[in-house]
C-alpha cells in the first residue's frame, strides 16, 4: 500500500493534531509526516524542535521543495480558500479544516479548483467520526425513532476562546462560524438532509466589554428538506470556572422516538486541589504510551484526520475519486456553509431567509 507523504499548513492550537496524528500514522507506515508551514516563527521553531519535520514560513515554498502527495490546512477560517486553490492548482489533495470558507461562493471556488485539477477535497468535520453520533446514525437510519420531527443542539465555549485564545481572530468569526458550524454538518449527516431555511437571533455585549467586537451568542432555528427542524445554540461566553473548555450535546425527536448525546459529559469526572471541577471527553483525545514507549493518541479528532491519509493512500494506489468510501466531502463544506452564511444573514434581516 502506497504511503502518503504529508505536509501540514498552520501548527497553531489544532494544527499540533494534525502533527501528532502524522507522525503515529508514520510509526505504522501509512503516512509520513514531510514538512509544516506557519507565519509564526517562533512557534514554527517549537513545532520542529517537537518533531522534527522541515518547516517554512511561506506554505508556496514548502509546496515548491517538497514532494507532497497531500496537505492539511489548519489556518484561520478566511485564509483557507486562497491556500486550498493553490494546493489544488499544485495537483495536492487536500484536507481542509472547517468551515470550508465563510462564503458559499467561496466554498464553490475551492471545490471547482479541487475537480479541475481531480485531487480530493476533504473537510474536517470530525463530530461524523464520534462513536457516539455514528450511534445516534445507525438508530436514525435503522428507522429505530422514525422521521425526525424537531430536535435540539448547543455548544458553548468558555469565555477563554475568543477572550485568551483568538482575540484578533475572533473579531472576524462568530459562535455561528467556530461553533455551530460543527452541529450545522452533524445534524446534516444525522438526518442526510440540507437546510432550507432559517431564523437566527443573537447578542453582543460580554466580549465587546473586553475589546472583542463580535457575537457573544447566537440562536437559530433551521428548517431541513426532509420536514424536520432543529434549533441551534451557539455562544463563547461561558464563565472561567465552567468544567470543560466546550459544553455540548444534540437531541433528535422522531415520530417513534427519541435519541440525545450528551458530547460534554461522557462520565469521566474530576476535582482537584487548585483546578477545580473537570469532566473528560475521552472520546476526542486519548493519550497514551504505545509499546516502544512513544506517546500516541486515539479518539475521534484524530481518526479524521487520519481518514484523509487513508483515502490519499487509497487515490495513490490507482483508485479514482468517485470510487472513495463516503468521507465529508467539499460539497458537504459548501452545504454547512450555506447553513453558517444564513443564520448571519438572518441576524442582519431580522428575519427568515432562504438557503
Known amino acids: 500500500m502506497a504511503q502518503a507523504r504529508i505536509g501540514v499548513i498552520g501548527v497553531g492550537t489544532f494544527g499540533i493534531n494534525h502533527l501528532r496524528c502524522f507522525r503515529q500514522l508514520g510509526y505504522l507506515g501509512v503516512a ?36 507532497l502527495d497531500g496537505v492539511t490546512v489548519v489556518t484561520p477560517d478566511p485564509l483557507h480558500k486562497d491556500i486550498v486553490i493553490t494546493c489544488a492548482e ?16 467561496g466554498c464553490q471556488q475551492m471545490i471547482d479548483a479541487c475537480a479541475q485539477n481531480d485531487v480530493l477535497l476533504q473537510v474536517d468535520f470530525h463530530k461524523r467520526f464520534d462513536e457516539y453520533h455514528l450511534e445516534m446514525r445507525r438508530k436514525i437510519v435503522a428507522g429505530d425513532i422514525g ?17 485568551d485564545w483568538f482575540p484578533n481572530w475572533a473579531r472576524n468569526s462568530s459562535p455561528a462560524w467556530f461553533l455551530g458550524i460543527h452541529f450545522y454538518d452533524l445534524t446534516r449527516f444525522l438526518l442526510h438532509a440540507n437546510g432550507v431555511r432559517v431564523w437566527a437571533t443573537g447578542c453582543k455585549g460580554k466580549l465587546q466589554s473586553l475589546g472583542v467586537d463580535t457575537w457573544d451568542s447566537i440562536q437559530a432555528k433551521v428548517e431541513f428538506d426532509c420536514g424536520a427542524c432543529v434549533t441551534f445554540d451557539t455562544a463563547w461566553i461561558l464563565p472561567d470556572g465552567f468544567e470543560a473548555i466546550v459544553n455540548q450535546g444534540i437531541r433528535l425527536v422522531g415520530e417513534k422516538g427519541l435519541i440525545e448525546c450528551d458530547s460534554q459529559d461522557r462520565g469521566t469526572g474530576s476535582c482537584c486541589e487548585g ?16 509499546k516502544q514507549g512513544r506517546e500516541v493518541f486515539d479518539g475521534y479528532g484524530i481518526t479524521s484526520i487520519a481518514d484523509f491519509a487513508e483515502n490519499v493512500n487509497v487515490l495513490l494506489d490507482g483508485a479514482k475519486l468517485g470510487e472513495l468510501a463516503p468521507y465529508p466531502s467539499g460539497v458537504d463544506g459548501l452545504e454547512a456553509t450555506r447553513i453558517a452564511a444564513g443564520v448571519h444573514r438572518s441576524l442582519e434581516a431580522g428575519g427568515i431567509v432562504e438557503l
Open 32 to 67: 509520513e509526516l514531510v514538512a509544516a508551514a506557519d507565519i509564526n516563527e517562533k512557534l514554527l521553531a517549537e513545532r520542529q524542535a517537537e518533531f522534527g519535520m522541515p518547516v517554512y514560513t511561506d506554505y508556496r515554498e514548502m509546496l515548491e521543495k517538497e514532494q
Open 90 to 105: 499544485a495537483g495536492k489533495h487536500i484536507l481542509c479544516e472547517k468551515p470550508l470558507d465563510v462564503t458559499v461562493a
Open 275 to 290: 483546578l477545580g471541577m473537570a469532566t473528560h471527553n475521552m472520546s476526542f483525545l486519548r493519550p497514551r504510551i504505545d
Open 147 to 163: 422521521k425526525v420531527q424537531y430536535g435540539y443542539s448547543h455548544m458553548e465555549d468558555r469565555i477563554e476562546v475568543p477572550r
